[in-house]
């Protein structure tokens, strides 16, 4: 368990995204079947932490997906949680902001989906993506990035005051990993739907986003909200380290359920 | 298969709620290790629809729970989608209204929260209880009731023809089933958070809720809407009828993949 550290981004610390191999698998039992088995073990403690959260009904998980296109955050969302009911868990997907959304602060959207007491909410992209699209695309300058960079660990530092836990995961894929997973989807007519020229288009500028992640990683990653990197060319080890993760972190929560009522006792019900 | 169709509630046709035994169990199977199976591979069998469901990304399936308390629709949630990923099933709970939602419409903060396309949504109560408490409370007339039927007939036809198929279930259990499942929580002090004061106030009022969703429920059961009762006495027999339900209405949608994208054939990626 204190493998997870290793991962984590320190504050204040320099940080190369390159030093972290996305192929590594440390987390990953050698034999497949006992990969499987992990797994669906940590699926089934996941729920039973996320009842005991719903049950407190008090504090709030927020785990932030993010990652290149293909990196696997709707796979980790499907396997991590293929256990948890859906009572304790909300799934919000960031796309492109619409018209109305972009008539609003970038954090205007998120602040509405936020995790509410007892809830774990997963964020499938963020708004992290205001930081990583712009800047790549030449729309904001270093000011503004860094007027923004501080305007989100100010939200995160509101959501961890008021009760929330924050978890961020970067999935760590490389450039040829992704350039499989993309043929794969080509070469496969029912996994069509799932591809759009535009991932073409971002594969392009694949360097600049990866700087772009990292400094976006060193300038946000807080003692209140830190970034994990999570080594995931090998789907498997990407989400058995993010159940490990998660439960680790619930486990820290202590959560305890709230006393008897003492005004109950003794009551029989008509 | 062809039993579920007992359950529903014809249109315009008489309806009497105690024409069916809360305590029925026909789609149980009579050893309890079958029951657990049958249910994992029902669960199992709807995360598969539900992820055609999201691959289609077209149509909407939208499930209502109602019951009066202890009925077990946190129960129902729990299992029947303990399988399915939270990627595409969105869960809904609807409380007493806020001030918020009272100044608006009672379907404003419904349709707020209706599936999305290639989503489920499960709400867990629902406008209903805006024809059943003011009635049984005594804050509407009979003519305003009329009006909210008419209201809702209309809103659940919008949603069925803009691509949302609707399934209502009431989970009917009796009232000593009631007596036995509240006098648990206050017994079990870990149980306590689960139970208000409240609950035993509104089982005073049991003959005139009883009424109150016979009449809501042959009011509102349309073609394009239906009830269905689900005998709730028996908790597995509830999760079981309502996963083969879900399922049947599924495989009726008949869903089709997108075909694959002629423009994408032969494509490499750099």
Redesign the interface.
């Known amino acids: 368990m204190t493998r997870l550290k290793h991962y984590r981004v320190k504050p204040d610390a320099p940080f190369r995204l390159a030093d972290i191999d996305p192929g590594e698998t440390p987390f990953l039992p050698a034999e497949e079947h006992h990969q499987r088995e992990s797994l669906e073990l940590l699926a089934d403690e996941l729920d039973h932490w996320q009842n005991l959260l719903h049950?407190e009904?008090r504090r709030k998980l927020l785990l932030v997906l993010q990652g290149t296109d293909t990196s696997g955050k709707?796979g980790t969302?499907?396997w991590v949680?293929?256990?948890?009911?859906?009572?304790g868990?909300?799934?919000a997907a960031f796309k492109a902001p619409t018209d109305e959304e972009r008539a609003h602060d970038f954090l205007w959207r998120c602040h509405a989906v936020v995790p509410r007491a007892g809830e774990i909410a997963?964020w499938n992209r963020s708004h992290y993506e205001d930081v990583l699209v712009p800047w790549v695309e030449g729309w904001i300058g270093k000011a503004e990035l860094r007027r923004r960079y501080a305007q989100i660990n100010d939200f995160e530092r509101l959501l961890a005051e008021t009760g929330t836990v924050l978890v961020k995961c970067m999935l760590h894929i490389d450039k040829e990993e992704q350039?499989k997973r993309?043929?794969a989807r080509?070469d496969d007519?029912?996994k069509?739907?799932k591809?759009s020229m535009g991932d073409?288009a971002a594969?392009q500028k694949w360097d600049a986003y990866q700087q772009a992640y990292e400094h976006a990683i060193a300038a946000t990653s807080t003692a209140h909200a830190p970034w994990y990197i999570v080594p995931a060319n090998h789907k498997n080890h990407r989400n058995l380290m993010i159940a490990r993760l998660l439960i680790k972190v619930l486990r820290d929560m202590k959560i305890s359920?709230?006393?008897?009522?003492p005004a109950?006792a003794g009551?029989?019900?008509?």
């Open positions: 049950a009904g709707d969302i499907r949680f293929s256990r948890t009911s859906p009572l868990v909300r799934v997963v350039r993309l043929q080509l007519p029912s069509h739907w591809f073409l594969r359920l709230a006393p008897a009522n109950y009551l029989k019900v008509q």
